[in-house]
């Protein structure tokens, strides 16, 4: 975190195998999001390492070109704010820059660019400024400009945050698609239900920024207790005329 | 202090837009040197703030609110080399994208706002602030650097107005563009932002450090500098040792005419000179002491006791200031 | 002198309703800066003369129209500039009120309040016009402060026109096509857009602060607001910068910036900067041999 000596993660021990849809989930701080940008190479562990693709990650190993251009094609990672992702000036940059940096030719990379764009359905924004578009376009876009690298693992840090409900059903058809194509996909999010439709495999992170249930959905969702001490959920109390009314309340379930 | 197109003639825009180009050149080599890959965002970032900088109005007395520019401070954050860089660009795109600001005139404005004023607004910051850790110290020096640095392209720009008329006139000798001369042009800004502009930049400038200090010392790289500033001194001293040399220059310094030259050679004094002139008898007329008769002596004798009231006032400030000093600052504790 | 305030936010429209706060006065000056820059975008893609035009034409022909304003002296040829703007405004689609409101809001009110003390004997003695003492209006000083007005609001009126019907995306596509390097282009380009996404978090502060205020406040305690809202938008920044360039690096960064050029121009854009390469040495010569100095 910006400014901070506070210890990030605590004890991280995970392996991820090819293809599995993975959701991590937490409360807000529990350190979801420095855990995908460890996972991408962004944020380095001071003790403890990371290995993808039989590679060990340091900031060292990745400076080295072979192993960044291979490492940054096969990983892509959407990130929480469209805004901060979609850096170009036109949608077209965009969507050609990762393969421009990789260093294909322009006519591939057109090709490219031109086949994402109509698997997303925003051709007609190529010429636009990111900046002009609205909320749901920015996230295609930025899905968009990950994917005209044509990664194997994705790294979705809160990808139905602000996003409508027609947008939100868009994104968990998509992640079904990246399961039957057999992507790997590890989602950060606090929002259960999502996660649950989405995964096969939720792991669950305290406030304390440690792993604290890994498994199958239904199994971890079933643990009430441990849900509650995480923050995940908690207890809502509401009156219907005389009578108290007590249940459980999930924050970011969104879509009905 | 943004200059539109028309007031200033192609021998001063186009004279300032070929010498910004190598200025540029030279800062972009110097900031990839520093910030490396980083560079764009970093750039870019700051170029937005200081375009939002000067949108905020400041509330001055009563109602009335005027503007800052912020050139200093971003040199103070960024180094003065990306700063120029910054505001360059936060210029051109006042220019291009929000009409504001001239197109021939994009040289004359970055030089005076991306060049002059963060320049010298950091190193008179890094003079007044020296290694010392203190806050109050840093945000003092902070608002004297930036005061500074405003005036002194305040009247940079005064000067590029000034000489319009002596340099593109009609046979008649009146003006083609900026009507205004030196005797005008120059003291209207120079007070202009003594006064009331340059007190906005100072309070804002010294405001925003002195918040960022409490919050994060780290963005101001509080750490003692790693070169004294022993070189800057030597040539400070070499530079004073030189200043006779203009005594051998025949004629007149550039625009410190006097009312009879200006009878001579254009014909006319403008009113406000002729009034003017001789107004104020200063204590060193001619850059000599009355009692030293020997020109190339007095302008030494000038030039050291000059520099010498500068470097000594500057000085006593930065000594004052220390006094006030707060216990060093604790290391940054995190919160996020 | 110049003021430091011809800026964006005094031509933003104004209330009539008693003196607007600080706060709100900053927030109407940005919401018409935004709307400026999103109504630019709407006009960009009008079909008008100037749209059409490949945007590297564009950009060489309005500085050759700015620098040929700089070399015209005499009143009349201004004039025939300042009209031609107009023409090319209305050739474009763009409303020529809106236009001439916003050139003079930028560029022609200042004009006229800077050259008003050059009219006067003050500055330009000769014969009296207008009898006011010390401060009478004289022949000479008038054409002294009309050449300026007349100037600076043709030069202003040719870069608005630029910049009402070009994309700020294809002028910098320009930009790059015509030499200036990658990397100067692509931090133009970001700038921009955090400019935007800068300008309506601040935007949004200023109406907070209007709503909750129950009374102006003092100039001190604003003062004091503004001062710790800047700093809140330079950590911010700071902060921002750091996230951007983990995208950047997420998607490979390398440190260059290529981009893929594809601009080709027309028939007709040649055509354009043949007349007015045409058109500029015409008036030249006119203002030269017609109406010497």
């Not at chain 1, 080295?64 to 992702?85: N, T």
């Not at chain 2, 010392?217 to 400070?236: D, E, H, I, T, V």
């Amino acid at each position: 975190m910006y400014g901070s000596d506070m210890c990030a993660l605590d004890r991280i021990d995970l392996t991820i195998e090819p293809g599995e849809h993975v959701a991590v989930v937490g409360a807000n701080g529990s350190g979801k999001s420095t855990l995908l940008k460890m996972l991408d190479g962004l944020v380095f562990c001071s003790s403890g390492a990371i290995a993808a693709f039989g590679h060990t990650l340091t900031e060292d190993s990745l400076e080295e070109p072979a192993l960044r251009r291979e490492f940054r094609s096969r990983v892509g990672f959407v990130f929480q704010d469209a805004d901060v992702q979609l850096f170009c000036n036109t949608v077209l940059d965009e969507l050609a820059f990762g393969p421009l940096q990789l260093g294909m030719e322009p006519d591939e990379v057109r090709a490219r660019v031109a086949e994402v764009a109509a698997a997303l359905r925003i051709e007609k924004l190529l010429d636009r400024a990111p900046y002009t578009l609205s909320g749901g376009e920015k996230k295609r876009v930025a899905i968009a400009s990950v994917l005209t690298m044509r990664p194997q693992v994705l790294l979705l840090d809160e990808p139905t945050n602000a996003l409508d409900p027609r947008s939100q059903v868009w994104l968990l058809d998509v992640l079904r698609e990246w399961k039957a194509a057999g992507r790997t996909v590890i989602i950060a999010t606090h929002d259960l239900t999502a996660a649950a439709e989405s995964c096969e495999r939720m792991v669950v992170l305290s406030e304390e920024h440690r792993v604290v249930a890994d498994g199958a959905p239904e199994d971890v969702l079933s643990q009430r207790a441990l849900l509650l001490s995480v923050n995940l959920i908690h207890e809502h109390e509401h009156r219907h005329g005389g009578i108290g009314h007590t249940h459980d309340h999930a924050h970011g379930h969104t879509h009905g | 202090m943004h200059i539109p197109d028309g007031y200033l003639g192609p021998q001063t825009y186009a004279v300032l837009d070929a010498a910004i180009i190598p200025l540029w050149a030279v800062a972009g080599a110097k900031v990839k040197k520093t910030l490396k890959a980083k560079q764009v965002p970093l750039l870019a970032l700051g170029a937005a703030f200081s375009f939002v900088i000067m949108m905020f109005n400041v509330p001055v007395v009563g109602g009335s609110t005027g503007h800052a520019v912020g050139a200093t401070l971003i040199a103070i954050l960024l180094g003065p080399w990306a700063a120029a860089i910054a505001v360059s660009i936060a210029l051109v795109i006042q220019a291009l994208v929000f009409g504001d600001g001239g197109i021939t005139a994009i040289g004359a404005n970055c030089l005076n706002m991306a060049i002059i004023m963060p320049f010298v607004g950091f190193y008179i910051y890094r003079l007044v602030s020296g290694d010392s850790p203190s806050t109050i110290r840093r945000s003092v020096a902070a608002g004297i650097g930036s005061y500074v640095g405003i005036v002194v392209a305040a009247i940079a720009a005064g000067i590029e107005f000034g000489i319009q008329p002596l340099i593109a006139h009609t046979a008649s000798g009146h003006a083609l563009y900026a009507p205004y001369p030196l005797s005008v042009a120059v003291p209207t800004m120079a007070l202009e932002h003594l006064a009331f502009f340059g007190p906005i930049e100072a309070v804002i400038t010294m405001g925003i450090i002195a918040v960022l200090a409490k919050q994060d010392s780290r963005l101001l790289q509080m750490k003692p500098a790693a070169k004294p500033l022993r070189w800057l001194w030597a040539g400070f001293g070499v530079l004073v040792l030189l200043t006779p040399i203009g005594v051998l220059a025949p004629g007149t310094a550039w625009g410190e005419w006097g009312a009879e030259q200006l009878r001579t050679t254009l014909g006319y004094v403008p009113a406000g000179l002729e009034k003017l002139g001789g107004a104020w008898t200063s204590a060193m007329p001619g850059y000599a002491p009355a009692f030293i008769r020997d020109p190339l002596v007095g302008y030494l004798v000038a030039a050291v006791v000059g520099s010498a009231l500068v470097v000594g006032i500057a000085w006593l400030l930065g000594r004052v200031l220390a006094r006030k000093e707060e216990p060093p600052a604790t290391p940054p504790s995190g919160t996020t | 002198m110049i003021p430091a305030v011809a800026h964006i936010g005094d031509a933003a429209p104004r209330r009539r309703a008693g003196a607007r706060s600080v706060a709100r006065r900053t927030a109407d000056a940005i919401a018409g800066a935004v709307g400026e820059v999103l109504e630019n975008d709407r006009l960009a893609s009008l079909p008008g003369l100037m749209q059409r035009l490949d945007p590297r034409m564009k950009a060489v022909s309005i500085v050759l129209l700015a620098v040929v304003t700089s070399f015209v002296h005499s009143i009349p040829m201004l004039l025939v500039l300042v009209v031609a703007t107009m023409l090319l405004a209305a050739a474009s689609h763009v409303s020529v009120g809106s236009f001439a409101r916003k050139v003079w809001a930028s560029a022609g009110f200042f004009g006229v309040l800077l050259s008003a003390p050059a009219a006067t004997a003050w500055i330009t003695p000769g014969p009296v016009v207008v009898a006011l003492g010390p401060l009478s209006i004289t022949a000479p000083g008038l054409l002294v402060a009309g050449r300026l007005i007349l100037r600076v609001a043709a030069g202003a009126g040719f870069g608005l026109l630029v910049v009402w019907t070009t994309r700020w995306s294809d002028l910098l596509r320009a930009l790059g096509a015509m030499g200036v390097p990658d990397l100067v282009v692509a931090t133009l380009a970001m700038t921009q857009k955090q400019i935007m996404s800068l300008l309506r978090t601040v935007e949004n502060m200023h109406l907070a602060r209007e709503s909750r205020m129950l009374s102006a406040g003092s100039a001190r305690e604003n003062r004091g607001w503004v001062v710790e809202r800047m700093a809140f938008v330079a950590r911010r920044s700071m902060k921002t910068a750091d996230d951007v360039y983990d995208a950047m690096l997420a998607r490979g960064f390398t440190g260059a910036m290529p981009s893929l050029v594809d601009l080709r121009a027309s028939d007709r854009d040649w055509l354009w900067l043949a007349a007015t390469v045409v058109a500029c040495t015409f008036v030249l010569l006119i203002d030269r041999m017609v109406f010497p100095l």
